[in-house]
């Protein structure tokens, strides 16, 4: 079983610890305030934005070009921004924690 952090805004700390699914899905699980992942995962839009902490950058890997052509228009991206829709949970991410940033 994975463990998944999201860290919202006001600095809640929301955790699933039987992750499964893309990072967009299972925040709108866990009602995760600041994801709406408005286009239902395929990649077209940028409402489900997180920021993957540091120290995970590695395992989670850079966006694809599709990903990052939309990270390009999203004001408040930077070099830890990902779509959570992009982003699979595996075994291999347990612990990982990402911060929601603000639509």
Known sequence: MAKLTFVTESGEEITEND???N???IARQNDVDGIIGACGG???CATCHV???PEWM???GRPGEDEQDLLELE???DERSRLSCQIEM???LD???VEVTPL
């Open 51 to 53: 920021r993957v902490k």
């Open 90 to 92: 595996t075994e291999e």
């Open 75 to 77: 004001d408040r991206a």
């Open 58 to 60: 590695e395992r989670v």
């Open 95 to 97: 612990g990982l924690v």
């Open 23 to 25: 990072l967009m899905e």
């Open 19 to 21: 992750a499964t699914g």
């Open 42 to 44: 395929v990649c077209s």
